[in-house]
């Protein structure tokens, strides 16, 4: 599976160069969006493959503490949600969501 992850990256990576040189800066940029609630060895892997390859993530929920409360699932589509509609307005922002699961 990290194998995978450091292929996906790689590839994000050259293709996101190709388009830099053969396209203007009024393209689409993209942004890695995870959610995070521990800084785990896989989130830390993952994190350095994503640095390696000079790609932006944002993480969210990191330090978050699920209660009875709150079902995990749930609450991770609602911080999406909320996480989306912050760009709503960015026409030119390509989001790409990455999960272990």
Excluded: C
């Amino acid at each position: 599976m990290y194998a995978y992850i450091t292929i996906m990256t790689a590839s994000l990576s050259m293709l996101l160069s190709a388009a830099d040189e053969k396209y203007a800066k009024d393209d689409p940029r993209l942004l890695l969006l995870t959610v995070a609630t521990d800084p785990t060895d896989g989130y830390n892997r993952y994190r350095k493959s994503v640095e390696q390859f000079g790609l932006k993530m944002k993480v969210i929920g990191m330090g978050f503490k699920f209660n009875g409360e709150v079902h995990g699932h749930a609450y991770r589509i609602n911080m999406l949600l909320k996480e989306l509609g912050q760009h709503k307005n960015d026409s030119n922002l390509v989001i790409m969501m990455t999960d272990r699961l």
